[in-house]
């Protein structure tokens, strides 16, 4: 696993919005995300990002404390040490205050034409 | 190391504040010099409940473009180098796949046949839509030489159009519950008794097929010699219990949870 430099989320809420401010989990430590914008609230958009500068062991988009947060969908931007920016694309899921949902993939393997 | 020190910042503020109170409710007599034992188990529950992960696939843009007439693949060699994926776009093996150990069990079976051809294929997996590799010599990682050579033979198969896997071997495919009982019984009685000395546990997650997912729990979660286990135990195995087996996923998550081998 590479070491993650910073990441940025950009979150679209669907119908059920949440007012709480939005946490990720990194390495089992529940953070918030620095220098957020919008919010996580029914219809809107969330971005926020963090300069990690550590190696993920896992990555998490943490569900509110109470009620539920339905996301349309969201993307990940990854700056990895020694590695292209990359970002990853997820579609629609629901959480609430038992789940979080797992964000990290790893940089994309190289594939070539044949 | 920012973010550690926010976290446990966080938690102390988070925690005290609680357990104080916790205290003064449950000590009506002031004069009681012994803690209370309860609120110690009090501030343990604090601590918030476990989440459960959830799993979800991202999305792909796809890797070929649309209604293509022509045969386009894509190779991709493994992080550790030993096998290559070739992906096709178009469908090898529908809903089936099928492991070829060697050029004796390629025998009727044009895709495979012309694979074992090529000097350095030692086995060959066909899945759907998608072919994997392995080579015999283990020394070489770069795997573009060979892999022009085999998208060659994948491409000049496909163009000829005389079917790709042995009658044969599509006609006496096994069923699903064929395949999971002798997978399970081979997990039961072989596989988890030998990893159960490591402390893990393999688990039989899905057969689609002829394919099976598994997953590794225990002390093969997160584990440095999970590959070496999957590879060269498990695989073996399994095949030599079901030689119908034909493509076998590892659906573990080695990073996932509070305590995965490594941590």
Redesign the interface.
């Known amino acids: 696993?590479p070491r993650v430099n910073t990441f940025k989320v950009k979150v679209h809420t669907g119908q059920q919005g949440m007012s709480e401010p939005v946490h990720f989990n990194?390495n089992?430590?529940?953070?918030p995300f620095e220098n957020g914008t919008g919010s996580a609230e029914s219809g809107k958009v969330f971005e926020g990002s963090?300069d990690?500068n550590?190696f993920?062991?896992?990555l998490?988009l943490?569900?509110p404390e109470s009620g539920k947060w339905e996301i349309e969908?969201f993307s990940i931007e990854y700056d990895c040490e020694n590695e292209k920016p990359y970002t990853?694309?997820?579609?629609r899921?629901t959480?609430d205050?038992?789940?979080?949902?797992?964000i990290?993939?790893d940089p994309p393997?190289?594939?070539?034409?044949? | 190391m920012n973010f550690i020190k926010r976290f446990f910042t966080g938690m102390k503020q988070e925690v005290e504040p609680e357990s104080s109170v916790a205290e003064v409710e449950k000590s009506p007599a002031p004069e009681v010099s012994q803690p209370d034992p309860e609120p110690e188990t009090g501030d343990v529950s604090n601590f918030p409940p476990v989440r459960s992960v959830l799993q979800i696939a991202s999305i792909s843009e796809g890797i070929f473009p649309k209604d293509s007439d022509e045969v386009l693949i894509k190779a991709q060699p493994s992080p550790t180098g030993d096998q290559c994926l070739f992906t096709v776009n178009r469908p090898l093996m529908k809903g089936h796949s099928w492991y070829f150990s060697d050029f004796e069990s390629a025998a009727e079976s044009p895709l495979a046949e012309a694979l074992f051809c090529l000097d350095d294929v030692e086995t060959v997996l066909v899945c759907e839509s998608t072919v994997t590799i392995t080579r015999k010599d283990k020394t070489l990682v770069d795997w573009v030489p060979l892999a022009k050579e085999i998208g060659a033979a994948i491409r000049e198969v496909l163009m000829a159009d005389n079917g790709l896997i042995a009658e044969k071997i599509i006609s006496g495919l096994p069923s699903e519950e064929e395949i999971r009982e002798g997978i399970q019984n081979v997990i039961d009685t072989e596989v988890n008794p030998g990893v159960a000395g490591h402390g893990g546990n393999i688990s039989l997650l899905a057969i689609k097929g002829n394919s099976v997912t598994i997953q590794m729990g225990g002390g093969c979660q997160g584990c440095s010699a999970a590959d070496l286990t999957l590879k060269q135990g498990i695989h073996t195995s399994f095949r030599k219990a079901v030689p119908k087996v034909g493509a076998i996923f590892d659906e573990t998550d080695h990073t996932a949870g509070l305590n995965p081998y490594f941590s």
């Open positions: 696993m990194f089992n430590h529940k953070l963090f990690v550590s993920a062991h896992s998490t943490v569900g969908k990853v694309q997820f579609g899921v959480l205050e038992t789940t979080e949902v797992n990290w993939q393997v190289l594939a070539f034409d044949v």
